[in-house]
């Protein structure tokens, strides 16, 4: 018996002319023959196939295999030295915590929001936001590990039988793999818990990434202690706006849940993929997987959201930006070396967020700051500080994408309300008042009291003439 194609029926192979045929067929060329030789020719022993399939997997629950994510996302990190935190380290976080809110107390009214400090290594980063990643990613994953199954014919997936719960496995072993290359780059480029505009990390919890504020503080001509305020100042401000402005955590990870569930994928590119799988070749999937292998595709209504969404990422990071601004004007010579560094660094990017971007279809760093900045600070030049932050009382007060055109707009021709002195306030609701309760009167008269408008008014009482 051989292995050629024309040995085994195509009604046989279940996969055939599916994405899955080469994918499958490539499992198979380094499995036992069952009629002798090497593999390779044709699809494999389905029980065989099972089997090799199982061994790659663990079990897990959802779209994404998550311990598979951490420990891809963990190794990467190892690649490179990321020594664990120490008492100095975190000492000295939390004491530029804490002069950062004191600074930021003349700039805003909106209390500090930092419960906790924390110094972490990139190891700590990936465990404290892994939850919250978790979320975010979980609505695009249904549909993109859900597009393996659909895209079998209907044939092919009674003949698959339980396959297909193995193959929505293997979906989500190599989604998870992705996630994990993704949050470990980003791992070593983050400074801070909330350095991509998301609340990522525990609630109230302040924190920077000490190996990465020291590789980012050695580029630039300012000294480590002000980079290291710089960045608190910062981190302390996402605090207090995600902690004092109730709907806005829910709101941002609401839009990213929304914009996942509309998530389609182009089968065609998949079957392209797979046909260049090789299983035996380690870096074969490793490049399908950083060349977007599980891609999403945008739909209009996506794209709709994504707008909604960057504009709400701009207008979080333009206020951050303004606010430490600022607190540092007249307090930190650096400061505005740094705002200059951090806006370029925002601006640019990185290679993992690159990869978050292909894989979830979202840019993380907003490319408006600049103009949302600009919206926040002539706010506030104009009507002081309370005015700006009230803006953020309800989402539909936010600014819009066209607010952020013509940022120094903003509110310029709302009429300023009127200033009133106590006794003008007095006499205003003394009127008020005065008028209420001639209005209730009236409302309060018999309906047969009332005059009739048809009529002439005359000086018979008004109810002469009525038949009793």
Do not use: C
Not at 47 to 52: G, H, P, T
Not at 98 to 121: E, I, M, Y
Not at 228 to 236: H, I, K, N, S, T
Request: zero cysteines.
């Amino acid at each position: 018996m051989t292995n050629d194609p024309g040995d085994r029926p195509d009604e046989n192979n279940p996969f055939k002319g599916t994405p899955f045929e080469q994918l499958f067929a490539a499992f198979g060329a380094g499995a036992p023959n069952p009629g002798g030789g090497a593999g390779g020719q044709g699809m494999p022993d389905l029980s065989a196939l099972m089997s090799q399939v199982q061994q790659m997997m663990t079990p897990y629950e959802g779209s994404v295999n998550w311990n598979l994510a951490k420990d891809v996302a963990r190794s990467t990190v190892a690649q490179e030295p990321d020594p664990s935190t120490n008492d100095q380290e975190n000492s000295r976080v939390a004491e530029a915590l804490r002069l950062a809110d004191h600074w930021l107390d003349q700039a805003t009214d909106f209390p500090s929001g930092v419960n906790a400090a924390a110094a972490w290594s990139r190891a700590e980063w990936i465990e404290e936001t892994v939850a919250v990643w978790r979320r975010l990613v979980e609505p695009v994953a249904e549909h993109v590990v859900g597009a393996i199954g659909d895209a079998l014919p209907e044939e092919a997936r009674t003949m698959a039988g339980p396959l297909l719960g193995m193959l929505g496995k293997a979906g989500g072993a190599m989604f998870g793999s992705q996630v994990g290359q993704a949050l470990g780059g980003l791992a070593g480029e983050v400074l801070t818990a909330s350095d991509v505009g998301l609340p990522l990390g525990p609630v109230g919890k302040a924190a920077l990434v000490t190996a990465n504020v020291r590789e980012f503080a050695a580029g630039l001509d300012v000294a480590e202690d002000d980079v290291v305020l710089y960045l608190a100042l910062r981190e302390a401000a996402h605090q207090r706006l995600f902690s004092h402005v109730p709907w806005l955590s829910a709101h941002l990870l609401a839009a990213v849940e929304d914009y996942g569930r509309g998530t389609t994928i182009d089968v065609s590119k998949i079957e392209s993929k797979m046909s260049e799988l090789d299983p035996m070749n380690p870096a074969s999937l490793q490049q399908a997987l950083e060349g977007g292998l599980f891609e999403p595709e945008q739909t209009p209504a996506q794209q709709a959201a994504l707008s909604r969404l960057e504009t709400t990422l701009a207008l979080v990071e333009g206020w951050v930006d303004e606010v430490v601004g600022q607190a540092t004007v007249s307090r930190m010579p650096a400061a505005a070396k740094m705002q200059e560094a951090v806006r370029r660094r925002r601006a640019a990017g990185g290679p993992a967020e690159s990869t978050f971007a292909a894989l979830v279809g979202l840019e993380l760093r907003p490319r408006r700051l600049r103009d949302a900045s600009a919206l926040w600070g002539s706010l506030r030049s104009r009507e002081g500080h309370q005015a700006r932050d009230a803006v953020w009382a309800h989402p539909d007060l936010l600014p819009s994408p066209a607010d952020l055109d013509d940022p120094l707009g903003f509110r310029e021709h709302t009429e300023e309300p009127q200033v009133l002195t106590d006794a003008e306030f007095d006499v205003a609701l003394n009127e008020l008042l005065d008028q209420a309760e001639g209005d209730q009167a009236e409302d309060d008269q018999p309906e047969g009291d009332q005059p009739d408008g048809d009529q002439p008014e005359t000086d018979q009482p008004k109810d002469e003439g009525n038949d009793r």
